[in-house]
């Protein structure tokens, strides 16, 4: 099934549902893990036999020795944070530089971009939407204003010194003109980055011919998004999103593979809803439920540290996300986090104004007015953690899972049922695809 040789797997809610977990586990079905957006702001956690992982921009795929990880042209790249985690990985063990690529095409994020952003989210009256303050955001304000950096660029030095003293001249005077900061050395930044960028050189290349050859030479390779659906820059809750293409459009425009040699389309998605940071929630518990989820689940953020906001699963949403993304198959993550619940709320429509309806609003007002019509299922009130196969679940475990597959109209494909690598359900046909 050549047609099946590529897959896009993302989160289908706000992040945060376990996707370096699942992308680790089916890293073993592919020969390339390619990231296709965001930087280092998206922290992937794996564990492997009770060994701790946090990757923020390096994809999960390098996890397996055999397996050829690829950072795409639609990743904003901080050099600095890029070499302590292949350090972080040589330190574990792990040899990086024969299946580690870098985007000779990937933007490149400066000390300036994390100064103005930093700034702007602590200015008095502005409004904060919760950003990491990593200089996602102003990385790529300046790429689409065409006046950043490229990585094959940063290679070249005397282009690199031109655009860091033209670009802290620009960046100094408007952070001080507007958040009185302080201004940034562009000598000191120079040195810096140069000598970064005679350690990043070795990992650099044209991932878009890479990728096109390893799909043309009957390679699987596997797309990790960054983020969560509802965060993507076009179709998430607008403003409070990233500021990249986190829906599965990203992975054609983040890593230059056209659109018919996708496969097909694997969303992520917890037994529960998580949000960090501000914007729209509507099923957020506001109980002593949310803390058992939070302390069972470890909901704290894995680059931030924040704690996430809890929620039950909202099915609008999720349909919302597997149109947009014409997702095919979901992956439910933190099955075992729900153990102790006696029961489940699930919201399966909105209430709008009186009206029934599965609209999204586009308008983040919109969100005020909605109240979640929930639908409550019987929880399974014992230990599903470890479990390896769907029938060895609980009868009501198996019962939400079929509630969710038949209300999202996406298929279950695998069930994660506990942090490690090895505890994992694996639905017959998946396998299949997996194996085709």
Request: a negative charge.
């Given at each position: 099934?050549?047609?099946?040789?590529?897959?896009?797997?993302?989160?289908?809610?706000?992040?945060?549902?376990?996707?370096?977990?699942?992308?680790?586990?089916?890293?073993?079905?592919?020969?390339?893990?390619?990231?296709?957006?965001?930087?280092?702001?998206?922290?992937?956690?794996?564990?492997?036999?009770?060994?701790?992982?946090?990757?923020?921009?390096?994809?999960?795929?390098?996890?397996?020795?055999?397996?050829?990880?690829?950072?795409?042209?639609?990743?904003?790249?901080?050099?600095?944070?890029?070499?302590?985690?292949?350090?972080?990985?040589?330190?574990?063990?792990?040899?990086?530089?024969?299946?580690?690529?870098?985007?000779?095409?990937?933007?490149?994020?400066?000390?300036?971009?994390?100064?103005?952003?930093?700034?702007?989210?602590?200015?008095?009256?502005?409004?904060?939407?919760?950003?990491?303050?990593?200089?996602?955001?102003?990385?790529?304000?300046?790429?689409?204003?065409?006046?950043?950096?490229?990585?094959?660029?940063?290679?070249?030095?005397?282009?690199?010194?031109?655009?860091?003293?033209?670009?802290?001249?620009?960046?100094?005077?408007?952070?001080?003109?507007?958040?009185?900061?302080?201004?940034?050395?562009?000598?000191?930044?120079?040195?810096?980055?140069?000598?970064?960028?005679?350690?990043?050189?070795?990992?650099?290349?044209?991932?878009?011919?890479?990728?096109?050859?390893?799909?043309?030479?009957?390679?699987?390779?596997?797309?990790?998004?960054?983020?969560?659906?509802?965060?993507?820059?076009?179709?998430?809750?607008?403003?409070?999103?990233?500021?990249?293409?986190?829906?599965?459009?990203?992975?054609?425009?983040?890593?230059?593979?056209?659109?018919?040699?996708?496969?097909?389309?694997?969303?992520?998605?917890?037994?529960?809803?998580?949000?960090?940071?501000?914007?729209?929630?509507?099923?957020?518990?506001?109980?002593?439920?949310?803390?058992?989820?939070?302390?069972?689940?470890?909901?704290?953020?894995?680059?931030?540290?924040?704690?996430r906001r809890c929620g039950w699963l909202d099915l609008p949403l999720l349909r919302y996300s597997n149109m947009?993304?014409?997702?095919?198959?979901?992956?439910?993550?933190?099955?075992?986090?729900?153990?102790?619940?006696?029961?489940?709320?699930?919201?399966?429509?909105?209430?709008?104004?009186?009206?029934?309806?599965?609209?999204?609003?586009?308008?983040?007002?919109?969100?005020?007015?909605?109240?979640?019509?929930?639908?409550?299922?019987?929880?399974?009130?014992?230990?599903?953690?470890?479990?390896?196969?769907?029938?060895?679940?609980?009868?009501?475990?198996?019962?939400?899972?079929?509630?969710?597959?038949?209300?999202?109209?996406?298929?279950?494909?695998?069930?994660?049922?506990?942090?490690?690598r090895d505890q994992t359900i694996t639905m017959p046909g998946f396998a299949e695809v997996l194996s085709a």
């Amino acid at each position: 099934m050549t047609q099946r040789r590529s897959a896009v797997i993302l989160g289908a809610q706000w992040g945060d549902e376990g996707k370096g977990k699942i992308v680790d586990v089916l890293s073993e079905h592919f020969d390339v893990v390619a990231r296709y957006a965001g930087g280092h702001n998206a922290g992937h956690t794996v564990i492997i036999s009770g060994k701790k992982f946090v990757l923020q921009l390096i994809p999960c795929g390098v996890l397996r020795p055999e397996c050829v990880g690829v950072i795409g042209n639609g990743v904003v790249l901080d050099p600095m944070a890029f070499l302590s985690e292949v350090r972080k990985l040589r330190e574990a063990g792990l040899p990086v530089n024969d299946q580690l690529f870098v985007s000779n095409r990937a933007q490149v994020i400066l000390p300036y971009h994390r100064m103005i952003e930093l700034a702007a989210e602590t200015a008095p009256g502005r409004m904060t939407i919760g950003t990491t303050r990593r200089g996602i955001g102003p990385a790529y304000e300046d790429k689409i204003h065409r006046n950043g950096l490229r990585v094959v660029d940063l290679l070249n030095p005397s282009l690199l010194r031109t655009h860091i003293n033209n670009a802290c001249h620009e960046k100094n005077t408007i952070a001080h003109a507007l958040f009185g900061t302080e201004p940034l050395d562009p000598k000191q930044m120079y040195e810096d980055y140069a000598r970064a960028a005679e350690q990043l050189a070795p990992f650099v290349t044209d991932t878009a011919a890479l990728l096109n050859g390893a799909l043309r030479d009957g390679k699987r390779v596997m797309f990790e998004g960054a983020q969560g659906a509802l965060l993507d820059i076009d179709h998430g809750t607008y403003p409070f999103v990233t500021s990249s293409s986190a829906t599965a459009g990203g992975a054609v425009t983040g890593t230059g593979v056209g659109p018919t040699r996708i496969g097909t389309v694997i969303g992520v998605t917890k037994a529960y809803v998580t949000r960090v940071g501000e914007g729209p929630f509507p099923t957020e518990i506001n109980d002593s439920s949310a803390e058992l989820l939070r302390a069972r689940g470890q909901e704290y953020g894995a680059v931030t540290g924040r704690p996430r906001r809890c929620g039950w699963l909202d099915l609008p949403l999720l349909r919302y996300s597997n149109m947009i993304n014409g997702t095919e198959w979901l992956v439910v993550t933190k099955m075992d986090v729900m153990d102790e619940c006696a029961e489940i709320p699930v919201c399966t429509h909105y209430k709008i104004n009186g009206k029934l309806t599965d609209s999204v609003p586009a308008d983040i007002r919109g969100f005020d007015a909605i109240e979640p019509v929930y639908t409550t299922l019987t929880g399974w009130g014992s230990s599903t953690e470890g479990i390896t196969a769907y029938d060895e679940l609980p009868a009501a475990a198996r019962a939400y899972l079929e509630f969710l597959e038949r209300e999202s109209g996406a298929k279950i494909g695998m069930v994660s049922t506990g942090p490690d690598r090895d505890q994992t359900i694996t639905m017959p046909g998946f396998a299949e695809v997996l194996s085709a």
